[in-house]
């Protein structure tokens, strides 16, 4: 696998917002728009996020936030507007396409299979493999110990072969995140990872996200929970009726004024 | 990646502050309805065999496996299927038509007269005996014949569940029925009979035996055997049980969901075909209404080894031991002297036991 900065093949267009960020950005959304028949569901929204930038994006149901993210992760092409990704313009047909340049998506239901362990989780469609004589077969200790050294690195205490099915939502989600650092993804998008599970677990998963942070890892965290979204992110994004109404680093707002903006009491910010 | 390996791949064991690890007694084969099924297995065994003084003796074991193998191999195939959450009811009636096809081809190709038969056979210089070119060919081209249809068989059912998004219940019922009618029209419902140089050879290898062991008892080892080798270490066998522990998981990691579901199909027929095949060569005819509702028998074995009909559990050694206590049950009943209607009773009793026990043992541990 290859170093993630190696890969970048800067672009003279994506200039002004990458001095903004100092690094080049690795996802960029421009005049994002998006109807279904009569009904739009975006409208002309612009995005930047740098690598280890955990951006928050916050709205009511309804707001845009789920479209925006499956625009992002493939499962449907925008109306209008174009996205960048590390760089160069991108078209996403099918979600293999996101996820074949480096975006990872741990979904809300996580998408775990409770029958097989956490390794065979982790490498689920991307199996290791040996030969053994004319045979190609599974590489189950190889696949055992690269979980196990995915899971020290996000510093989870989960067997390699534990079955998902005994295991807690903080360990579940740590398998479902662990499965995005294998490709070596550049950003991670995950829908509410702390919706359905216990406050201890809350932190565990919390530092889930510090620990992608660290990596160089982009991340785009979509949550109802204030204290989470203030505690992670490096900015918050409030969407609302399909726009973008918010961007603002994290130090520069306030749970009162998010909410303001999710709510509409204020229109933007 | 830029992060050191610290642990050496050989010892993935670990200890954690807070999480401890499941005792050996509940992981993996020891916490699952094959488990307790092979110990009651084994306690019936011990039971019989103080019961009857003819239960172990060499000629009812022999009995006893061969005619568990005449089912077990059906089994495994219907197994996988099992494992995807979906069920094959046409195996019954695809055991029948496969044998009918392997015995009608090794007729036809051995009548001087018929289409294609001079490839095969010549007459003799007494101008009556029949033989064969190469000897052993027209047994193989035969058996590869009701393979072959077994194959389509299961491509259809495949295609329809996976591609057309027919339920398996729906598609399998209706194809049980296609296959038993098909049977009938090509013999105008006399069913068949091997014929010709090479039913011999035929016979020798579905009711012969090598040292004592059936023939059939051999192919199912071998065959189990494999069926292990592709659950637990290829990735055919990997995506199989993640279809049916969450097909939704499965398809969003980019497992190729129609695909495995219609390999497994196309399995499953194929062991029905081959078991169809066998069961003919020992009867020594395929007739019109062989192996009916034997999918059921099938089934049942399956459940009572430990394959769960939601999908994501099962494996050759549940099926096996599926199929042998019923065929155990069947014989104590036999030397027993019990009225033999009782068998079907009791077996709807063990599935429903072996489940029920399942039940109970997931709430206790």
Not at chain 1, 174 to 191: E, P
Not at chain 2, 246 to 267: D, F, H, M, W
Request: charged share 15%; with cysteine; hydrophobic share 50%.
């Amino acid at each position: 696998m290859s170093d993630d900065s190696s890969l970048h093949t800067p672009n003279t267009a994506a200039g002004d917002a990458a001095a903004a960020a100092a690094t080049p950005p690795v996802l960029e959304l421009k005049g994002i728009g998006k109807q279904f028949g009569a009904i739009r569901a975006l409208h002309g929204v612009d995005l930047t996020i740098s690598p280890g930038e955990v951006v928050g994006l916050m709205g009511d149901n309804g707001a845009g936030k789920s479209t925006l993210v499956r625009i992002i992760a493939g499962n449907f092409p925008p109306s209008q507007g174009s996205i960048h990704f590390g760089g160069r313009e991108v078209h996403f047909h099918r979600p293999m396409d996101s996820r074949n340049v480096g975006i990872e998506v741990v979904y809300q239901d996580l998408a775990l299979a409770n029958n097989l362990t956490a390794a065979a989780n982790v490498f689920l469609g991307r199996e290791l493999r040996r030969n053994f004589g004319p045979l190609r077969l599974l590489d189950h200790k190889g696949m055992e110990a690269r979980a196990l050294e995915l899971f020290r690195e996000l510093r989870s205490e989960t067997r390699p072969h534990d079955l998902v099915k005994d295991m807690s939502g903080g360990q579940r989600q740590a398998v479902a995140i662990a499965r995005t650092r294998l490709s070596n993804a550049r950003l991670v998008m995950m829908d509410e990872p702390t919706a359905a599970i216990s406050v201890r677990q809350v932190e565990q998963v919390l530092s889930l996200i510090h620990r992608l942070k660290e990596q160089g890892i982009a991340v785009i965290l979509i949550s109802h929970r204030m204290p989470d979204i203030f505690a992670v992110c490096d900015r918050v994004v409030v969407m609302r009726r399909g726009e973008k109404r918010a961007d603002k680093p994290i130090a520069e707002t306030s749970p009162e004024e998010v909410t303001a903006l999710i709510t509409g009491a204020k229109e933007a910010a | 990646m830029s992060v050191p390996s610290e642990t050496s791949p050989a010892s993935p064991e670990v200890t954690f502050t807070n999480v401890g690890a499941a005792r050996w007694w509940h992981r993996g084969v020891f916490a699952s309805q094959t488990a307790y099924v092979t110990l009651a297995l084994a306690a019936l065994i011990v039971v019989m065999s103080f019961a009857s003084p003819y239960f172990l003796t060499e000629g009812n074991l022999q009995n006893v496996a061969k005619n568990f193998s005449f089912i077990a191999i059906a089994t495994l195939g219907i197994t996988f299927v099992i494992i995807t959450g979906g069920i094959d009811l046409s195996v019954g009636s695809l055991m029948c038509f496969a044998a009918m096809i392997t015995s009608m081809v090794m007729t036809s190709l051995s009548t001087p007269g018929m289409p294609l038969s001079s490839l095969f056979v010549h007459l003799a210089a007494d101008g009556k005996t029949v033989v064969a070119n190469v000897p052993g060919l027209i047994l193989i081209v035969s058996v590869l014949a009701g393979l072959v249809v077994s194959l389509i068989v299961g491509l259809i059912n495949g295609v329809c569940v996976a591609l057309l998004g027919l339920s398996p219940f729906v598609t399998t019922l209706g194809m049980l029925s296609i296959v038993r009618g098909l049977g009938y029209v090509i013999s105008n419902g006399k069913g068949s009979f091997p014929g010709g140089p090479d039913a011999d050879y035929f016979y020798a290898l579905t009711q012969g035996d090598v040292y004592g062991v059936p023939a059939p008892f051999i192919y199912l080892i071998l065959l189990a055997l494999l069926m292990a080798l592709v659950l637990h270490h290829t990735t055919f066998g990997r995506h199989v049980f993640a279809i049916g522990g969450n097909e939704k998981a499965a398809e969003l990691t980019g497992v190729s969901v129609p695909r495995v579901k219609i390999e497994v199909y196309v399995v499953g027929a194929l062991a029905a075909g081959l078991q169809g095949i066998i069961i003919s060569g020992w009867l020594g005819s395929a007739p019109a209404n062989m192996a009916t509702s034997y999918e059921l028998n099938v089934i049942a074995a399956a459940v009572i080894g430990g394959a769960n009909l939601a999908g994501g559990i099962g494996g050759p050694l549940g099926a096996i031991v599926g199929c042998v206590l019923l065929e155990v049950i069947r014989n104590g009943l036999v030397l027993a002297q019990v009225n033999s209607y009782w068998q079907q009773t009791l077996v709807g009793v063990i599935i429903i036991a072996a489940v029920l026990v399942d039940r109970i043992r997931a709430r206790l541990l």
